[in-house]
């Protein structure tokens, strides 16, 4: 298949244009040109903003792809681009967020179950929006969309999340140094990473399968563990004898270095009920969250963002 990634230089998108090359499938990637990625050099690139109809609709029309991935697009964006997809185009997998289920009242978390969206747990309001935009065209017109809606993601390409509920390299650079960390509340909230090459099978799978028009999937690792179990796993592999120190929301908001959107979500429970992926399109999450942090962590490394004494570390190769 030809296949267009609206998005895709790096991390997720990028682990999604290797997956595809490696199924045999030709692959496009449509950005600015602002990040170079780690993309193989089969990948055909076009330049451009996504955001600006001008310029991406030339690229939706002038080749004929039999399927795009976006990662990116936003709710007003689809509303123009999927009439566009689907005259010249075979169907269109967009990347949501099972983040629009929180706060979870129930677990593990299937995709009928509520997704409230309050503002003050990070604004999934607009991956709710892009779901709605997309189910309403399948309604009217039958054009094969999907939503595949995914945990928090790890693995190389950025930071993975920390224990405050951000991405800040800081963070784990505390526990490489045996700094004390913080942990908000008593560290018992439920947390299911995702990686990113487990995360490329389940939209290659998407695109494969037709059963998969009209749907919305979670897409999340086998099992959930605690923050606190998160953050030991972490002090294992770096070697780290770092202490816990549990702590309020209100006293790390209060230090200015911490998102409160993020902190009061991450408290919130988030374990995700992949069944209904693995039922239609045989998703089968393969890395663990140990093996996934020790990828991450082994990037960051890599690329300078954690210095780590080499003789401490646990990453293994």
Not at 8 to 13: D, M, V, Y
Not at 86 to 91: A, E, L, P, S, T
Not at 258 to 274: K, L, Q
Not at 299 to 306: E, I, N, P
């Amino acid at each position: 298949m030809n296949v267009l990634i609206i998005g895709g230089t790096r991390f997720l998108g990028a682990a999604i244009a290797r997956e595809l090359l490696r199924r045999g499938n030709t692959v496009t990637v449509f950005h600015r040109g602002n990040t170079p990625g780690d993309l193989p050099r089969e990948v055909h690139h076009v330049f451009g903003n996504a955001h600006e109809r001008a310029e991406a609709e030339p690229v939706l029309t002038q080749t004929r792809f039999d399927a795009v991935i976006d990662t990116i697009l936003s709710a007003e964006d689809l509303q123009w681009v999927l009439p566009v997809a689907k005259r010249f185009c075979g169907q269109l997998i967009h990347c949501g967020s099972t983040g629009v289920y929180a706060p979870a009242g129930f677990v593990p978390i299937r995709e009928d179950d509520p997704t409230p969206c309050p503002p003050e747990l990070g604004g999934f309001g607009s991956k709710l929006a892009q779901d709605h935009v997309l189910m309403k065209f399948y309604e009217e017109t039958k054009f094969k969309v999907c939503s595949l809606r995914v945990s928090n993601v790890f693995g190389a390409g950025d930071v993975p999340l920390d224990g405050l509920g951000g991405r800040d390299p800081e963070y784990f650079q505390a526990i490489a140094d045996h700094r004390e960390i913080w942990l908000p509340l008593d560290g018992r909230a439920l947390l299911q990473p995702v990686h990113t090459e487990d995360l490329a099978r389940g939209f290659c799978a998407a695109v494969e399968r037709e059963v998969a028009a009209g749907q919305i999937y979670n897409l999340s690792s086998e099992r959930a563990v605690t923050l606190t179990q998160y953050i030991e796993i972490i002090k294992d592999l770096l070697g780290s004898n770092s202490c816990v120190r549990y702590v309020s929301i209100e006293e790390a908001v209060s230090t200015g270095r911490v998102n409160e959107a993020g902190i009061r979500f991450v408290v919130e429970h988030m374990c995700i009920d992949s069944s209904k992926a693995r039922r239609d399109l045989g998703y089968v999450p393969q890395i663990g969250v140990r093996e996934g942090l020790a990828d991450s962590l082994r990037w960051m490394m890599k690329t300078g963002r954690l210095r780590v004494d080499a003789n401490q570390v646990r990453l293994g190769h």
